[in-house]
Nanobody, 123 residues
């Protein structure tokens, strides 16, 4: 499975961005999917996850109520709508896929990773 993340950029605090992740190969509709991020000098951290069906979602406390994860199994795409962005959201954002269809907030549960897209939020 190959994952290609896009949609990052520079935005002012309070603004919005929508990240996308295009999947190719494999059976996208059976994979659990997630978004993680890594800020400079920090470890990769969980952002949001979604089950294979899209019925179950899970968010890190830091983004709950501001971010929304979604998927389109027909188009093999994953999205992360980010609203009310804060400077502390600045990071490289990665999409990830796991063979098991449920969601997980642990990076080592994921089998495939995209290359990352940079989000910079200015104050």
């Amino acid at each position: 499975v190959q994952l290609q993340a896009s949609g990052g950029g520079l935005v002012q605090a309070g603004g919005s961005l929508r990240l996308s992740c295009a999947a190719s190969g494999g059976t996208f509709s059976t994979y659990g999917m997630g978004w993680f991020r890594q800020a400079p000098g920090k470890e990769r951290e969980f952002v949001a996850a979604i089950s294979w069906s899209g019925f179950s979602t899970y968010y890190a406390d830091a983004v709950k109520g501001r971010f929304a994860i979604s998927r389109d199994n027909a188009d093999h795409t994953l999205a992360l709508q980010m609203n009310s962005l804060k400077p502390e959201d600045t990071a490289v954002y990665y999409c990830a896929a796991r063979y098991r269809g449920g969601w997980s907030n642990r990076p080592y549960d994921y089998d495939f990773w995209g290359q990352g897209t940079l989000v910079t939020v200015s104050s």
